[in-house]
């Protein structure tokens, strides 16, 4: 009979339940307190006591979490060219490009999701067309295009699974300081940070 190291928790879910059989927007993350209510519950008293309690309850179920893979350590939004090699490090890849990248194989790229939502649209990016004396107004006109609202929607839910869990977004285009991927990218991270100041409690 299988013995799983804190009884409250059960088996963890497979990597495959949590990454491929639910949608993106419902991935959540319960708090440490709410995964691990056996080991979360403080039993010493006494000030040194309760410093040593919170020590324990940190260090173990932290280990619990990374060994099963129910989170990633900094965790975080990257960027990669879709003609580099995956690794394990990129977590949750996505393609953020309208078009699939030229000469690129499905197996090859290793995608988790391709999110043409996300990208601009093919109005803009003829436009642009990579022309790094456009890039100013390139990233005002597609920040526009993200704060519609079905995309800022999208974009919310990519923010709060970024809280924990590492995305790679993957693009195809051979400047990597003037692509769309970068101004996506910026976009997450500052929804991010709205999330961090909303979740923050108040005095």
Known sequence: KTRFPYPSMGPPLPVSTIANDRPAHVLRRQPTE?????????VLRGVVGIALACSLRRATCSQYLHEHRLVIADAMIRLKRAYSTPSPQDGLRLLVDRLWPRGCRKEALRLDGWR?????????RTWF????????????RYQLELDRSEQRDAIAALAQLARTTTI???????DPDHNHAVVLKDVL?????????KNRPRN
């Open 34 to 42: 709410r995964i691990c209510p056996a080991i979360c519950s403080p």
């Open 116 to 124: 043409k939502d996300l990208a601009p649209s093919a109005a803009l």
């Open 129 to 140: 067309g990579h022309d790094p004396a456009k890039w100013d107004e390139f990233r005002r």
């Open 168 to 174: 790679t977004l993957v693009f195809g285009a051979a």
């Open 189 to 197: 991270e500052e929804a991010q940070k709205r999330l961090g100041r």
